[in-house]
C-alpha cells in the first residue's frame, strides 16, 4: 500500500515519535490478560502532556470549558485518559484485555479477524516489517449470504 513514508522525517515530530512509543505495549490478542508497566503509563503520561498542548487540542479544551462540558484542563485529561488508556475486559466474564487506544490505534486479534486497526501509521510499519500484506479491499459484502 505504501510506496514511501519519510519515517525519519516524521518521527522527529513528538506526536509521532511519542505515539510509537506507544505501539508496543499492547497484547494485540483478546482474550488475554492485559497489564501496563510502570514505563509504559510513563510513556502514556508523556503522550498525554504532549497531545493536550497541541492547537488542535488547545482549541478543544476552551471550546469545551466554554460549552460547560469540562471545568478544567486537568479534568479533560482525566477523562481523556480513561477513554483512551484505561483496560477494560471485552467481556463480562473476561479479562482486562483491551483500551480504547489499543483496539483503535494498535488493533486487535480474534480468532479470525483483526478488529479495531484504524491508524495508517501502524498499518505502514507492520507493512514495513512483512508482518502483512494489503491486498485490496472489499467495496461491498452480500450480507444475505450469512456468516
Do not use: C
Request: net charge negative; aromatic share 18%; no cysteine.
Amino acid at each position: 500500500l505504501f510506496y514511501y513514508v519519510n519515517e525519519a522525517s516524521l518521527l522527529q515530530k513528538p506526536s509521532y515519535s511519542l505515539f510509537f512509543s506507544l505501539l508496543d505495549n499492547y497484547n494485540p490478542y483478546t482474550g488475554q490478560l492485559e497489564t501496563l508497566s510502570s514505563d509504559e503509563l510513563y510513556e502514556i503520561d508523556q503522550y498525554l502532556d504532549y497531545v493536550l498542548t497541541t492547537p488542535v487540542m488547545v482549541t478543544l479544551i476552551t471550546f469545551l470549558k466554554q460549552k460547560g462540558y469540562t471545568s478544567s484542563d486537568s479534568v479533560f485529561r482525566d477523562l481523556l485518559d480513561e477513554l483512551w488508556f484505561q483496560l477494560y475486559p471485552r467481556s463480562s466474564s473476561g479479562p482486562v484485555d483491551s483500551s480504547g487506544f489499543e483496539h483503535v490505534m494498535v488493533g486487535e486479534l480474534e480468532p479470525s479477524s483483526v478488529t479495531g486497526f484504524h491508524n495508517w501509521f501502524r498499518f505502514y510499519q507492520l507493512e514495513k516489517a512483512g508482518s502483512l500484506t494489503y491486498t485490496g479491499f472489499i467495496l461491498s459484502v452480500d450480507t444475505s449470504v450469512g456468516y
